[in-house]
C-alpha cells in the first residue's frame, strides 16, 4: 500500500492545522521545490513548512472516547466511533459516530477513499461543531 493511502490528503492535513491541530506526526506535506504546484510526503523535520500528513494510526489517537455534551455543555459523554470499509469505489471508506448512551447528542457519517481521509473528516467535524478542542 503506498503511503499516500495511509495518511491524510493535503488538503485535509491543511484544514486540520487551520482549525488548530498540532503539527505533529511522523510525516508531512510539502512543496515539490522545483514545481510548487506539486506537493509530496516526507518525514516530518520541525523546520519544514507544509501540513502534518496524519496517519490512520495517529488519527484514531486524536479521536477522543469522549466529547462534550451539547445540550448543557457540563459534562463529558461517551460515544461511539467506527470506521470500516464500503464497496462504493468512489467511497471506500465511512466513519460514524454517536451517542454512546442512548440519548442522542450528535450522529455523523462522513466518507472518503481512504481510512485516513475517513478518520481525519471525522475529526475535522468534531473540531468544526465545537465537540472537541484542537491538541
Known amino acids: 500500500m503506498k503511503l499516500e493511502q495511509q495518511v491524510c490528503s493535503v488538503d485535509i492535513a491543511k484544514r486540520l492545522k487551520e ?3 498540532k503539527q505533529e506526526g511522523l510525516f508531512r506535506w510539502v512543496h515539490d521545490n522545483v514545481d510548487r504546484s506539486k506537493w509530496y510526503i516526507t518525514e ?3 523546520f519544514q513548512e507544509g501540513y ?3 496517519t ?3 488519527l484514531g ?3 477522543p472516547d469522549r466529547t ?3 445540550d448543557d455543555d457540563k459534562g ?3 460515544y461511539n466511533f467506527v470506521t470500516w470499509p464500503y464497496p462504493d469505489p468512489m467511497h471506500k471508506w465511512k466513519a460514524y459516530i454517536n451517542k454512546a448512551n442512548g440519548r442522542t447528542m450528535h450522529t455523523s457519517l462522513v466518507t472518503a477513499p481512504t481510512e485516513a481521509n475517513a478518520r481525519a473528516k471525522m475529526l475535522i467535524y468534531l473540531l468544526e461543531n465545537k465537540l472537541i478542542s484542537p491538541h
Request: aromatic share 10%; net charge negative.
Open 19 to 21: 482549525l488548530g491541530m
Open 44 to 46: 516530518s523535520l520541525s
Open 52 to 54: 502534518t500528513a496524519f
Open 56 to 58: 490512520v494510526a495517529e
Open 61 to 63: 489517537e486524536m479521536l
Open 68 to 70: 462534550l455534551n451539547q
Open 76 to 78: 463529558l459523554y461517551p
